[in-house]
């Protein structure tokens, strides 16, 4: 879970990786996914202030297929 949520945070901020809202909404979703805490939803609070509804949908379809396929299909 902190790896993802990690992830997250290196797609939000560009470390290592091309900054992509959408992408760190995608590994926060999953992060949740295995349990809520106050940094995840903080977190996904000001992401959703950054990216518009459709941006959320995708992030949401793409985290679903990102778990489906076994993580190998998540960017």
């Known amino acids: 879970m902190d790896a993802q949520f990690n992830l997250g945070i290196m797609y939000y901020k560009g470390y290592g990786v091309n900054k992509n809202r959408v992408l760190a909404a995608v590994w926060s979703n999953i992060a949740a996914s295995h349990g809520f805490n106050k940094k995840h939803i903080k977190f996904f609070k000001i992401i959703s202030k950054e990216i518009d509804v459709e941006g959320l949908k995708m ?8 778990v489906k396929s076994n993580y190998k299909n998540c960017d």
């Open 59 to 66: 992030s949401h379809k793409l985290a679903i297929q990102c």
